[in-house]
């Protein structure tokens, strides 16, 4: 049979070009997001590419952490169980400046983009470990390597699910069970498109198809796109506050 994969936030962006991309390849999917019209949408796009693909739709939101693993473990069945689940589902507009009474906006940025893909990674191992076998995607962002002004909430989110990640990774060792985390730079998506400033920016479509081959390859950890990320990444730790704070688009 062929495989099957599971993606958060798949109405637009990132997750909308992973199914695209993994249908392509023969995948069965299952889809979730909060605009399940976008799904419907998606659906038949990719039908009419592929009429024999299988796609499953949910209505999902992760801010809803407790419906999260109810509608896993239901896609599970409905597809005789899943091989990949990719915890994508995230947002972006953070509340601004710390201390300029945004913090509602940053608060809905961690119970979506950290409380919501715990809940996802969480189902997910439940699901695996009883399967024994199967692979979680977290996607974290190039955002985690440092605290970036003017997007604190959203850069301590992308941390904080790497970091959880990577726990998993340390507690399924010796199984077969993988952990794949990705850091993406800019994808040219909804997310950034108000942005100022998109360096190295890339089209999703590139995007998508980089990420669909690292989860193929079952990589640990990796940057998307790799050039240059994996070599900006760790030299955005070691730049001094100084050249960092210049970065503030609030300013
Ligand atoms: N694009 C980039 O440059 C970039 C870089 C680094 C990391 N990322 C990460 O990549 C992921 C996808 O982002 P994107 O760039 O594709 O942005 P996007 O086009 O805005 O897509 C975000 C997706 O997340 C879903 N989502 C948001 N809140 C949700 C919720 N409460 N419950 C369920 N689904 C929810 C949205 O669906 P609904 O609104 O229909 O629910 C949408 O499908 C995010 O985690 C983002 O942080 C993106």
Do not use: C
């Amino acid at each position: 049979m062929s495989r099957s994969i599971l993606i958060t936030g798949a109405s637009s962006g990132i997750g909308r070009q992973l199914a695209l991309e993994f249908a392509a390849r023969g995948y069965r999917l299952a889809l979730a997001a909060r605009r399940v019209d976008s799904l419907v949408a998606l659906k038949q796009e990719i039908l009419a590419a592929q009429p024999q693909a299988q796609v499953e739709l949910r209505a999902l939101d992760v801010q809803q952490t407790g419906s999260v693993a109810a509608v896993i473990e239901e896609l599970a069945t409905t597809l005789g169980g899943l091989d990949i689940v990719v915890a994508n589902a995230g947002i972006g507009d953070s509340g601004g400046n710390i201390g300029s009474g945004g913090f509602a906006r940053d608060a809905a940025i961690i119970q979506t983009n950290v409380l919501g893909a715990m809940a996802t990674i969480d189902a997910a191992v439940a699901l695996f470990r009883r399967q024994q076998q199967g692979q979680i995607v977290a996607i974290s962002s190039v955002a985690a390597a440092r605290g970036l002004p003017g997007a604190g909430s959203y850069s301590a989110s992308k941390a904080a699910i790497a970091v959880y990640a990577d726990s998993a990774r340390n507690e399924l060792h010796g199984t077969a069970i993988r952990v794949t985390t990705l850091y993406p730079g800019f994808i040219d998506t909804a997310i950034n498109q108000r942005l100022r400033s998109r360096p190295f920016v890339i089209p999703v479509e590139k995007g998508g198809r980089i990420i669909a081959d690292l989860i193929e390859r079952r990589v640990q950890q990796a940057a998307v796109p790799g050039w240059p990320w994996s070599l900006v990444m760790p030299l955005m730790k070691l730049l001094p506050a100084t050249l960092v704070a210049k970065q503030n688009p609030l300013k």
